[in-house]
């Protein structure tokens, strides 16, 4: 996240720890060239629109530890680390809250043109209360709501993206001064219960068109939503097992809505702690355990306040905690609850500890095996510290996975899309947006 502290709290306070300074863009750059040397797939941007928390609760804890406040939009940082990369794809977070989806498409499309095809948009609904207060509502809809909402916001934007405009429509012809072809762009006429948009889109076609798909939210309405749209799904599930349930059943809705298992991939939220050998790595962690914040992780999951926004004292029984955020993160939190009568006090340790991988890098790497055999098709990093956290990935872990064949050795060219799926730019034709290409042929 385009923040100082973003899943691990504290730890901006190392010294190596650049994500003090997320306001340089010669930080983000030097990630970016930094993975993109080490052959990564993308730079994934987590963001939220609202001070994490009760939308009228105190927020002082937020401001001291630098939690997602300040913080800065990732889509315009994108913009700049587009044109110092070639191959990264480039994935950021937008809530169907935060931007009317005719402005958001343009965007997307501008970014996807000056990327020359690598971005990615991670669709969320937002889960904190503030993001509500900001946009003019008095509470967030209904879980349910929110995915209806989403379901159109992704309809307008699949119109404007793969409708609007048909192959072949931009001429750029000097003789005849056709810069484009009248019969070929088309407005979208939309009307629905929240968006009227009549189009045209205002950019030409990008050469993804449609961003690559992501989406994170894994409760029932979240997976049904998935199924249907995303191409790319984010998950922090506490244990292979559960990971191999979420895919199993995100794949089968996936076919049941006339997609294919595999076009959807799974990418599992992980930390690392790689050492050279066990011993270095255990003597890193305690390292970077003398850092955390564990006051810090309880503000981000909402799990250390009540709705009225008071703190629950750290002996609460975890069983009277009640969230205003992500049910499928609750459920996966409590999953990873092992203390026989839990207490939130317990809870901040086990948020600390969740997902985390530590040892040498073949330790790592048959870790990673299990995860694989459970269905997952990659890794999201997530940092204690930038870029310290990336380049142990690059140093230690992907040697080790290269020797095992399981991380590329050079990219492919092309678009993200491509990259991904290997089966083109474009959406593929079984995705619901397909449907929309030539659909506004007739009456322009
Ligand atoms: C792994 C994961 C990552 C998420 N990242 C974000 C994020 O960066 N920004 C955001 O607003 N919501 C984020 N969400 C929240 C979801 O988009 C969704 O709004 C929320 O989880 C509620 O839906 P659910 O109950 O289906 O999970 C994330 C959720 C999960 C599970």
Redesign the pocket.
């Known amino acids: 996240m385009n923040t100082a502290s973003h899943y691990h709290h504290g730890q901006w306070r190392q010294p190596v720890a650049r994500q003090a300074d997320f306001n340089d863009v010669d930080v983000w750059i030097d990630l970016a060239e930094r993975l993109e040397a080490g052959l990564f797939d993308g730079i994934f941007f ?3 629109v609202g001070v994490q928390g009760p939308a009228d609760g105190d927020f002082s804890g937020n401001v001291r530890e630098g939690l997602h406040l300040p913080s800065n939009d990732p889509a315009v940082l994108l913009s700049a680390l587009a044109v110092r990369t070639k191959h990264l794809g480039l994935a950021f ?1 937008s ?1 169907i809250v935060q931007a009317h989806p005719f402005d958001f498409a343009r965007k997307v499309s501008t970014l996807d043109h000056i990327s020359r095809g690598r971005v990615a948009w ?1 669709i ?5 209360e503030n993001t509500a207060r900001n946009f003019g509502l008095d509470h967030l809809p209904e ?1 349910e709501e ?1 995915y209806r909402w989403a379901a159109e916001y992704a309809d307008v934007v699949y119109k404007l993206w793969e409708g609007s405009w048909d192959e072949g429509a931009v001429l750029k012809d000097r003789e005849r001064g056709i810069y484009s072809d009248p019969a070929k762009v088309h407005r979208i006429h939309h009307e629905g219960e929240r968006y009227r948009v009549l189009g045209p889109h205002l950019p030409s076609p990008s050469p993804q068109r449609t961003p690559v798909l992501f989406q ?4 029932g ?2 997976k049904a939503f998935a199924a249907r749209n995303a191409e790319a799904v ?3 599930a506490p244990t292979p097992e559960v990971a191999r349930a979420v895919i199993a059943e995100t794949r089968a809705l996936a076919v049941e809505a006339g997609r294919r298992a595999e076009d959807v991939k799974f990418f599992q ?1 992980l930390t690392f702690v790689i050492g050279d050998t066990e011993e270095e790595a255990r003597a890193q962690e305690a390292h970077l355990e003398s850092f955390i914040s564990p006051g810090g992780y309880l503000i981000q999951m909402n799990y250390g306040n009540r709705p009225d926004g008071t703190p629950y004292p750290l002996d609460t029984p975890l069983s009277e905690v009640r969230t205003t955020g ?4 609750l459920d996966w939190t409590r999953m990873g609850v092992t203390a026989e009568n839990p207490v939130v006090g317990d809870l901040a340790r086990i948020l600390t500890r969740r997902n985390r991988v530590v040892g040498s890098p073949a330790r790592v790497a048959d870790v990673l095996e299990e995860w694989q055999a459970a269905g997952v098709d990659g890794i999201n990093v997530t940092n204690w510290h930038i870029p310290g956290s990336y380049q142990e990935v690059i140093d230690k872990l992907l040697p080790e996975l290269r020797r095992r064949g399981l991380a590329r050795t050079s990219y492919t060219p092309g678009t993200l899309r491509a990259k991904l799926f290997g089966a083109g730019d474009h959406l593929n034709d079984r995705h619901p947006a397909a449907s929309y290409r030539g659909a506004f042929a007739t009456g322009a």
């Open positions: 987590a963001d939220q977070t809530s991670n969320v609904t937002s889960a904190v879980r929110r994170a939210g894994a409760s309405p979240g984010f998950i922090a939220a992500s049910q499928a993160v």
